[in-house]
């Protein structure tokens, strides 16, 4: 048997609990999480078909399938449990749910498709056919507006086209519209971001894009601030460039207090302070300096600075009295282009409709719509006595409150560890 940690047999022992175990590659997370399930067949003596295993790729659940059998058929070679119970799990096992969340997902609209009024002759279409479907329902979408002529459409048109197209736009459309998709309510919660663009100045401080642009100023100043340090020891090594050890310090001390200006007085003492943050120019190194370590103190210090010039490149140097006007002018035209996404949403739905198919977010939020349903969802929370999630660093907001509707307070179990997250580009939100 496998010498477990104390950690590791901890999560395996728990019971009448949500556990969410978080720990690096390669430390067992998969292990403990099959030694559990065993742990519970043969201690709890729970049923394979009562349990939900979820992965992010069908060859994690096909390992996953196998590597449960493996575990089931050493436990019948030992002799550990019940022998019969344990054969009824290997023959439960061709059977279980043991699959992606998409796959699950099926499962849900293929039963409950009536709940939510969905033909159930319908079939997944494939990635090339529902991107000529959205080709086609952008195309048709952004033709009805130009015969529309709304002055806000033109403007859209104008302000993030080039040479006259509007592709940009087009693209623009599609990619909020994916984004969105990863999000349980996509409709509401854009209507509520559009919003950030009327407020008031001093309604800017508690809005999440200034909180992200806040936290990304930190980590830029931080960042430049690393390279100063790393140029300044240098400096300090044998044969390095002591001339400029006064130019770095001072270079620290500017950032250090623009940094401090971030952290306790904010933007507006941030945007007030930059412009008179200055590098000066490097002091003239004797001959005895090693051309190599003075070279390399050159390109950390021109790496710090860049960083530096590229945060007044953008909201620094306009400041925030000025950004919070440019953001009340966009307003109305993201209030468009808003609905803009909604309309291509339709229009896209209407689309696949017509052909009979949905694509994987449909998947995700038929299933939701569907759990919406309290019997439904009441039902499902019955069936399944534990519910494990694989990898949950790879989850969005839509697949988490998917499971969270069918769980209960005492029986979900999550692995996963967010360095290990490879479904960003899918908005995975670890």
């Given at each position: ?16 609990c ?5 720990a ?5 997370k ?12 043969l ?8 349990l ?7 060859a ?8 449960i ?11 550990r ?11 439960l ?6 699959s ?14 009536h709940?939510i ?12 056919e ?7 329902a ?13 002055e ?14 509007d ?30 663009f ?16 806040l ?15 790393d ?18 310090l001072?270079d ?5 207090d ?8 904010g ?8 412009p008179?943050?200055?590098f ?11 051309d ?18 590229n ?9 925030l ?9 966009l307003?109305?035209?993201m209030?468009y282009?808003?609905d ?10 209407r689309q696949?409709q017509?052909?009979g ?11 939701l719509?569907?759990?919406k349903?309290e019997?439904?969802a009441?039902?499902?929370r019955?069936k ?18 998917i ?7 005492d ?5 996963g ?10 908005l995975?939100?670890?």
């Open positions: 048997m496998p010498k477990w940690t104390v950690e590791q047999q901890a999560a395996i022992d728990a019971r009448d949500n556990l969410l175990v978080a690096a590659a390669g430390s067992g998969t292990a403990v999480l099959v030694e559990r399930i065993l742990q519970l067949i201690k709890d003596e729970a049923e394979l078909d009562r939900l295993v979820v992965t992010f790729t069908n994690a659940a096909g390992e996953m399938r196998e590597r059998g493996a575990a089931l058929m050493k436990a019948l070679d030992e002799n449990g019940d022998s019969r119970h344990l054969r009824r799990q290997m023959n096992l061709p059977k279980a749910s043991i992606t969340l998409h796959a699950f997902c099926i499962r849900i609209i293929r039963q409950y498709f709940v009024n969905l033909d159930p002759g319908f079939r997944i279409g494939d990635d090339t529902c991107s000529l479907i959205r080709l086609d952008i195309d048709d979408l952004f033709e009805k507006e130009y015969e529309k002529g709304s806000k459409f033109y403007g859209l048109v104008e302000r993030f086209g080039n040479n006259r197209q592709t940009p736009l087009q693209d623009l459309v599609l990619r909020l519209h994916g984004f969105i998709q990863s999000k349980p309510d996509p409709e509401r919660w854009m209507e509520v971001r559009v919003q950030d009327a407020l008031k100045e001093e309604e800017i401080g508690a809005s999440p894009w200034y909180q992200a642009l936290s990304q100023i930190r980590m830029d100043l931080a960042g430049a601030m690393d390279l100063l340090q140029a300044l020891a240098l400096c300090r090594k044998p044969g390095g460039p002591m001339a400029y050890e006064a130019n770095l001072d620290l001390s500017q950032l250090e623009l940094l401090s200006l971030t952290q306790h007085r933007l507006r003492a941030c945007c007030q302070a930059y008179g943050i200055k000066k120019n490097l002091k003239r190194c004797g001959r005895d300096v090693e190599s370590l003075k070279e390399a103190v050159q390109e950390q210090r021109n790496q710090a600075k860049a960083i530096f010039k945060l007044g490149d953008g909201f620094l140097s306009v400041g009295e000025h950004s919070v006007e440019q953001l009340n002018e307003y109305p035209y209030q282009l808003c803009l996404v909604f309309k291509f949403d339709r229009e896209y739905r696949k017509e052909r198919i949905i694509d994987f977010n449909d998947l995700e939020h038929y299933a719509d569907i759990l349903n019997e439904v009441e039902e499902l019955s399944y006595s534990y519910i494990f999630v694989d990898e949950y660093q790879d989850s969005n907001l839509v697949q988490e409150t499971v969270n509707k069918i769980a209960r307070e029986n979900l179990f999550l692995v560890d967010v360095k290990q997250s490879i479904y960003r580009f899918r995975a939100d670890p």
